[in-house]
């Protein structure tokens, strides 16, 4: 049963990284050529949809979803009260 879950998880975690990844490098991109043309062009219609496609970014996560670490089996590395509090009390 242990194995079935560990493969659900890592397809799981596969179709999140597949699609979410390129996604975000894409609209990142995207707001950035949108908002060049904004700036060049002076015109409202580009600075609209830069805020448009900014917000799905944001909504997206912005890429911070990759760099969030998890903690799962992971030890939290010790801290100088953890420290004090093993040798103190």
Request: with cysteine.
């Amino acid at each position: 049963m242990a194995v079935l879950l560990s493969c659900w998880q890592f397809g799981v975690t596969i179709t999140y990284h597949f699609r979410f990844v390129p996604l975000t490098i894409g609209l990142a991109l995207l707001g950035a050529v949108m908002q060049v043309f904004a700036y060049r062009r002076r015109d409202q219609e580009w600075e609209r949809l830069t805020r448009f496609f900014g917000a799905l970014l944001l909504i997206d996560g912005g890429g911070v979803h990759g760099a969030v670490p998890r903690g799962h089996g992971v030890q939290r590395p010790e801290t100088v009260a953890d420290h004090l509090e093993r040798r103190l009390g």
